[in-house]
């Protein structure tokens, strides 16, 4: 049988979200949604990919590091020829990121800032000494730029939100995974981002997602889909 090539990496998305289906909170504070036996699941998970991608709104409210956190995962990924943490990738269209945020600043890996055309000129005098400036082309669509990665060398990439990505990232039919983490609280409070924006997802009443794994981790719950028949269940 003949067997098509990939086009794309294998994409799996991730995130936390409390009960109401909210990804964080109204107010500028990051709000936590997961507990420490999650973070080091995600922290497993990240090991385990080649690049992790967020959107720039993430860097602005949360300043993540994205990096792997145990030593022991980063020398297993040096043992094996990989850089300690994966590559870190965003997407913007006006090129407000500040080239001291912990995406750029934080740990050695390579960052990637794929950026419209029309704001690469921003982009590459603002950011250009700390990553590497792609041009996404008018607007950024994410199949052309998961291609792009795959071009890159990014085989396996985890998508760790926030709301504009998965949805596009779901709505694009670009993904092959989804770790979905139910917090034991709401946040009651529509000025908040929900999980996802409006849009046509590929998985509704006439064709529901496949559930591959349900795991309790603590107070939480990892809910665990698989979304294409790439899946694999590593
Ligand atoms: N609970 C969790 O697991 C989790 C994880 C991550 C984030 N979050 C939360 O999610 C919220 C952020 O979500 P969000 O939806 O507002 O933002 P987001 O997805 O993090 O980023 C959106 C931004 O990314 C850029 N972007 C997205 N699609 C683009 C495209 N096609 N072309 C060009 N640029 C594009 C734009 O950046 P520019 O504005 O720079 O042009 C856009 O404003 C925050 O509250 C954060 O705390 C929660």
């Not at 860097?59 to 040096?78: G, Q, T, W």
């Not at 034991?184 to 529901?208: I, K, L, Y």
Request: charged residues 25%.
């Amino acid at each position: 049988m003949m067997r098509l090539v990939a086009d794309r990496p294998y994409t799996l998305l991730s995130c936390s979200m409390s009960i109401d289906g909210y990804l964080a909170g109204a107010s500028r504070t990051r709000l936590l949604l997961s507990n420490d036996e999650d973070f080091d699941r995600v922290d497993a998970v990240r090991a385990s990919c080649d690049a992790i991608l967020v959107g720039a709104a993430t860097i602005r409210k949360d300043n993540p590091r994205l990096l792997v956190r145990s030593p022991a995962r980063r020398d297993d990924r040096v043992a094996s020829g990989l850089p300690a943490s994966p590559t870190k990738v965003t997407v913007t269209r006006c090129a407000q990121l500040d080239p001291g945020a912990a995406f750029f600043t934080a740990g050695g890996s390579d960052k990637v800032v794929y950026c419209a055309s029309s704001h690469v000129p921003d982009a590459r005098a603002r950011l250009g000494g700390v990553a590497t400036v792609v041009d996404g082309g008018q607007p950024i669509d994410m199949r052309r730029m998961s291609r792009d990665l795959l071009a890159r060398g990014v085989r396996r990439l985890m998508v760790e939100g926030g709301s504009s990505l998965h949805t596009q990232f779901l709505t694009g039919d670009l993904a092959d995974e989804l770790h979905l983490v139910v917090a034991p609280f709401f946040v009651g409070d529509a000025r908040a981002r929900r999980f996802v924006n409006d849009g046509q997802f590929p998985f509704n009443p006439g064709r529901r997602a496949a559930l591959a794994q349900v795991r309790q981790l603590g107070d939480v719950v990892l809910l665990r889909y698989a979304l294409s028949d790439r899946f694999s269940d590593e």
